[in-house]
């Protein structure tokens, strides 16, 4: 690792929108004229960085609920300031599609926000109308995850990989509602660096395309100021070393070098792996290892 150069993987040349992502996003706006709601998931880590902004303009028409998926990973208090924040735009939802959190509350809320119009529609002679929600997110943000909930199913594809969900389905859940799960779409350009780091740290760009170790030192330089704890609890670093590391001229690689030896992350002669570390720290923290924690604060 180029420690002294402290570059970063947004730095690089990162291919983060693949021809189909084009494709679907034409296929969305085709599609939002047969769709009564919008899902819009995002991840409670990141409610800024997963948010589409090309998604987010053309459907700002529809009547909409925002979930802030994967709110078992984040931070408790985070969660409830963004779920008000959000809350002033469109009914937003604290949901873990993995255990099933707050997904009860998904679909009344779908009969809540068409209250009115069923109420019109039943005076016209029209009852039990099909309701079509489109549900919308980045990849790897658990939108097949939240539909296996919905429906009681497991059969769709579902996986850690961005992007696993290529072609839209159309799921019936009950209460006359279907969905049209759609693939993951990021955006054309990044605006921020902050934002690429963020979508690399969740897992939503693909370690394929993006320069792992960087990616965890970056990674480290925040978690170093805002969580410390959460370091050292999972690593059994004490004080004392920290105190030790913080004299270095670069301590947040320090650390890293610290996790390793303390990880058994070491190649001939001693040194450290440094991709293994990396490895390590990423997916300690994706699979909520280091604790709860949120990236992006109000």
Not at 142 to 164: E, T, Y
Not at 242 to 249: D, L
């Amino acid at each position: 690792m180029n420690n002294k150069d402290n570059k970063s993987c947004a730095s690089t040349s990162i291919n983060w929108y693949p021809g189909h992502m084009a494709k679907t996003k034409r296929r969305i706006i085709e599609d939002l004229k047969l769709i009564d709601v919008i899902i819009e998931i995002l991840d409670s880590r990141i409610p800024i960085s997963s948010r589409n902004p090309d998604i987010l303009d053309i459907t700002k028409n529809k009547k909409r609920i925002i979930l802030l998926n994967k709110s078992d990973l984040s931070n408790e208090k985070a969660n409830k300031d963004w779920e008000i924040y959000l809350s002033k735009e469109a009914p937003t939802i604290l949901t873990d599609s993995n255990s099933g959190k707050g997904i009860d509350k998904v679909t009344k809320t779908i009969d809540k926000l068409l209250e009115k119009e069923k109420q019109k529609q039943a005076e016209r002679g029209r009852i039990n109308k099909t309701t079509r929600v489109m549900i919308l997110g980045i990849p790897n943000v658990g939108k097949s995850s939240l539909i296996n909930r919905l429906s009681k199913k497991v059969s769709m594809q579902v996986g850690n990989r961005p992007g696993v969900t290529r072609e839209e389905q159309w799921i019936r859940i009950g209460n006359n509602i279907e969905l049209l799960d759609t693939p993951g779409v990021l955006w054309p350009k990044f605006e921020s660096q902050k934002v690429a780091l963020n979508l690399a740290f969740v897992g939503t760009i693909k370690d394929e395309i993006i320069e792992k170790v960087e990616v965890a030192y970056e990674l480290i330089k925040i978690l170093k100021k805002d969580y410390l704890q959460n370091i050292l609890e999972r690593y059994k670093i004490s004080y004392e070393e920290i105190e030790n590391v913080n004299k270095a001229s670069n301590p947040e690689y320090e650390i890293m070098l610290l996790i390793g030896r303390k990880r058994g992350a070491l190649v001939s002669g001693g040194n450290t792996d440094d991709e293994k570390i990396a490895r390590i720290i990423l997916d300690d923290f994706r699979n909520g290892k280091l604790g709860k924690i949120t990236l992006e604060r109000i």
